[in-house]
């Protein structure tokens, strides 16, 4: 799967992202961004890889409508789609791969 990396967007500090998959595009607030971040990112790259595009996007979004409709703030929603929290957990290893599983 190609994908472009894109790093020192600096339209993304505002809003306090570190980075944000735009498929096929990785953002990066930081020119250089630290590897825990980098892998958090890929592994959503092979989230998209293993579900798609369209049904990851349509997931994340419908989850996080789901949590903020709940009455969960920006942040407790963000952690509660299935997407983060899968990357959250396994960001610090390097080694895991989103493919092996489902």
Known sequence: MNFIKV???????PFKIEAIVLF???LFA???????????????????KRD??????SRYLLEYYRS????LSHDLAYRAIS????????QKDI????????
């Open 30 to 48: 930081s020119s250089e961004p630290d590897e825990k971040i980098d892998n958090h990112e890929r592994i959503h790259l092979d989230q998209i």
């Open 7 to 13: 790093r020192g967007v600096k339209v993304l500090k």
């Open 68 to 71: 903020r409709r709940r009455g």
């Open 52 to 57: 798609g595009v369209l049904m990851f996007y």
């Open 95 to 102: 080694l895991y791969r989103v493919a092996d599983r489902k």
């Open 24 to 26: 096929p595009f990785v």
């Open 83 to 90: 997407y983060e929290k899968e990357a959250y957990q396994h």
